[in-house]
């Protein structure tokens, strides 16, 4: 359990009520501790030009909030409010449109709001330090920490202290252990790309899913306030070991597919490119769904998006394919094996045609060499596999000629040049027609091959599946 965490469990059943305002703007006096190493309650002070020269805002504008009642004249004894920390929310709030007048008013219906996300904030520790002592410190080129803040998507704090100093360590570490700067720069930015959509997700599903329904049941100001914390504060103890469980679990399938990989070494000779390899890359999405949500409405479409994303899900899993990201109905996976490819996209073809109302799919995959970086998948076989997918009808699963040259090696493939059916052949095209749900739906074949997928439980009707950009 984090401090933030501890923080607002061990505060929030005693919060007091918010301290007294002073009646005037021009005073200089003393407001809330100054130190972040000082225990609550210190009574240490600063005034407002110390304020203005530890936040940027000038001390004017500073009296001017505590005028609006912003900020309050002294710190109560019990929480350990720093005035920094209030005067960077506000700060933060302005540069996203809320001015101070409107701060001011939405705390006179909930005058703990401010109070509450304080508390949030982490409390750094240990002495403060300058950007070339926590360097000196840590043992870290000005260049590399540069370069590491700005993957993060940090910037530069205008001040380090202890736990700035220990990642900053441990990215010495990791470098001087012979990690590369360029894979270190790519982890940093897959973390804090990564976290920051999971800290989003746990703030925003929170507030829309609870404090929002709260809301619909009338409650206001200060009960609405409480009725949240009731809420939050025991499940603000669960985030990190709940995301350190997802992590390890996540960890272990990634090293088992880390496995395969020293298991092909003795048949591959290393890339000349780093993080080249040899995948197959299918996109899948919904026909028409744009039309469809407009008709539908976002909370049908929604549930429909939901529904949708539970097959894929499911298939890829039981394929050995992996979600690489998910766009609304639009989905891009990618596969070690062309084969397992296919299996995958008739299952989700097959499940789709038992739904109702679920339309028709669009699917589509190449294989070929591509680069991994950060988590994502680039190069030209990712764009052909996009093309392809964008090339094929409603229901129909199209892929290139790549695709069809493995697929055509799998055992009990059948020859089908001979197949008696009507020919339109697609520009530079071949064809390979696969055991699927829907019946009915035929496509020109052309040079095509039967494949009867191994331990495949989707067949019904046949199907010709078009390759095409050969």
């Known amino acids: 359990m984090g401090a933030r965490s501890r923080r607002c469990l061990e505060r929030h059943g005693r919060r007091a009520a918010p301290a007294a305002v002073a009646g005037g703007g021009g005073t200089a006096g003393p407001i809330w501790p100054a130190s972040r190493a000082e225990p609550p309650g210190a009574r240490s002070t600063m005034n407002f030009d110390e304020l203005s020269l530890a936040t940027g805002e000038p001390a004017g504008e500073l009296r001017r909030w505590q005028t609006l009642g912003l900020l309050p004249m002294e710190a109560n004894a019990s929480v350990d409010h720093r005035p920094e920390d209030r005067i960077r929310l506000i700060q933060f709030a302005r540069r996203r449109g809320f001015q101070p007048e409107r701060i001011a008013a939405a705390l006179r219906e909930q005058p703990d709001l401010l109070n509450f996300f304080e508390e949030l904030s982490e409390r750094p520790t240990g002495a403060k330090r300058t950007l070339d002592e926590a360097l000196a410190e840590a043992g870290v080129d000005r260049d590399v920490a540069n370069k590491v803040l700005k993957a993060a998507g940090l910037g530069e704090p205008a001040a380090f202290y202890d736990d700035d100093v220990e990642s900053l360590r441990r990215m010495a570490i990791a470098l001087q252990a012979g990690l590369p700067l360029d894979a270190l720069l790519q982890l940093v930015r897959v973390f804090g790309d990564a976290l920051g959509r999971v800290a989003e997700a746990e703030n925003r599903t929170f507030h829309l899913h609870v404090h929002e329904q709260f809301r619909a049941e009338g409650l206001r100001g200060q009960a609405l306030l409480d009725a949240t914390h009731q809420v939050s504060q025991?499940?603000?103890?669960?985030?990190?070991?709940?995301?350190?469980?997802?992590?390890?679990?996540?960890?272990?399938?990634?090293?088992?597919?880390?496995?395969?990989?020293?298991?092909?070494?003795?048949?591959?000779?290393?890339?000349?490119?780093?993080?080249?390899?040899?995948?197959?890359?299918?996109?899948?999405?919904?026909?028409?769904?744009?039309?469809l949500a407009l008709a539908m409405g976002d909370a049908v479409a929604a549930e429909v998006v939901d529904r949708f994303q539970n097959v894929v899900r499911a298939w890829t899993d039981r394929c050995g394919g992996r979600i690489v990201k998910q766009i609304g109905d639009a989905f891009m996976l990618v596969f070690n094996d062309a084969v397992d490819a296919i299996r995958c996209g008739l299952g989700i073809q097959g499940a789709v045609a038992e739904e109702s109302e679920f339309p028709?799919?669009?699917?589509?995959?190449?294989?070929?060499?591509?680069?991994?970086?950060?988590?994502?998948?680039?190069?030209?076989?990712?764009?052909?596999?996009?093309?392809?997918?964008?090339?094929?009808?409603?229901?129909?699963?199209?892929?290139?000629?790549?695709?069809?040259?493995?697929?055509?090696?799998?055992?009990?493939?059948?020859?089908?040049?001979?197949?008696?059916?009507?020919?339109?052949?697609?520009?530079?095209?071949?064809?390979?027609?696969?055991?699927?749900?829907?019946?009915?739906?035929?496509?020109?074949?052309?040079?095509?091959?039967?494949?009867?997928?191994?331990?495949s439980r989707i067949g019904m009707s046949t199907r010709r599946l078009s390759t095409a950009f050969r």
């Open 360 to 455: 028709g799919l669009h699917v589509g995959a190449h294989c070929g060499q591509l680069l991994y970086r950060e988590g994502d998948y680039l190069g030209n076989t990712v764009n052909v596999a996009a093309r392809v997918a964008g090339e094929t009808a409603a229901n129909q699963m199209l892929v290139t000629a790549a695709v069809h040259e493995t697929v055509k090696d799998v055992p009990d493939a059948e020859d089908m040049n001979n197949d008696p059916s009507p020919v339109r052949p697609a520009r530079n095209s071949s064809q390979v027609s696969l055991p699927t749900a829907r019946s009915g739906a035929r496509f020109a074949p052309a040079a095509t091959a039967r494949a009867a997928l191994p331990g």
């Open 234 to 291: 025991p499940l603000l103890e669960l985030i990190q070991p709940t995301i350190a469980y997802f992590h390890q679990k996540a960890w272990e399938q990634a090293s088992l597919e880390d496995m395969l990989l020293h298991l092909v070494e003795d048949v591959s000779a290393p890339t000349e490119v780093r993080g080249q390899l040899f995948c197959t890359v299918m996109f899948i999405d919904l026909v028409n769904f744009t039309p």
